[in-house]
């Protein structure tokens, strides 16, 4: 009980001045005296009230829950493509970045091949150039081995040795 209903029951029931015997006059056990049945008749009615509400979250919950299956379908195929169209694009992109990463080694390749091409061409000049400084006197040994045949002077080729350069026939130069 509230302080105010607590001093409601001294207020004066009646005119002011001398007073009146009798009990002061509990308004509020009449209020509850006087709403009691409307209340339990209520009661009831919440009840019944809170089913439907239930049934009403059980059946929001039912569409809610397939609205969610169906959303999460729909976004299962989006994936699907999204996937598929990536899959597509990689693919389409996968050449250009093969030889994109193959740039780099085909680079050295060709510097290695231009390095073994330099090294062969020095290696051939470095040749031609022996055989140039050679040749004259091979030639010359052969005109006078050739000479020495024709003219019937000698039995066989000089000796069978190149006489410039101390090797005989068939050893390496």
């Known amino acids: ?18 007073s009146a015997t009798g009990a002061p006059a509990d308004r509020t056990a009449e209020r509850a005296a006087e709403l009691e049945p409307a209340l339990a008749q209520l009661e009831a009615v919440q009840r019944e009230a809170a089913g439907i509400r239930a049934a009403a979250d ?14 999460a379908e729909a976004l299962r195929r989006d994936a699907v493509r999204e996937a598929a169209r990536l899959v597509a694009a990689a693919q389409e992109r996968a050449p250009e ?8 080694m085909v680079q050295e390749a060709r510097r290695q091949a231009d390095a073994l091409r330099s090294a062969g061409e020095r290696a051939a000049s470095a040749v031609r150039e022996r055989a140039a400084e050679r040749m ?11 000479v020495r045949l024709a003219d019937g002077r000698g039995s066989g080729l000089a000796g069978g040795r190149d006489e410039g350069r101390g090797r005989g026939r068939g050893e390496a130069p």
């Open 1 to 18: 009980m509230s302080l105010r209903d607590f001093l409601e029951r001294f207020r004066p029931a009646g005119t002011p001045g001398a």
């Open 58 to 71: 059980a059946a929001d919950a039912a569409d809610a829950a397939a609205e969610a299956d169906a959303a």
């Open 97 to 104: 970045v093969r030889r994109q990463a193959a740039e780099p």
């Open 136 to 146: 004259p006197g091979l030639v010359e040994s052969a005109v006078a081995d050739a």
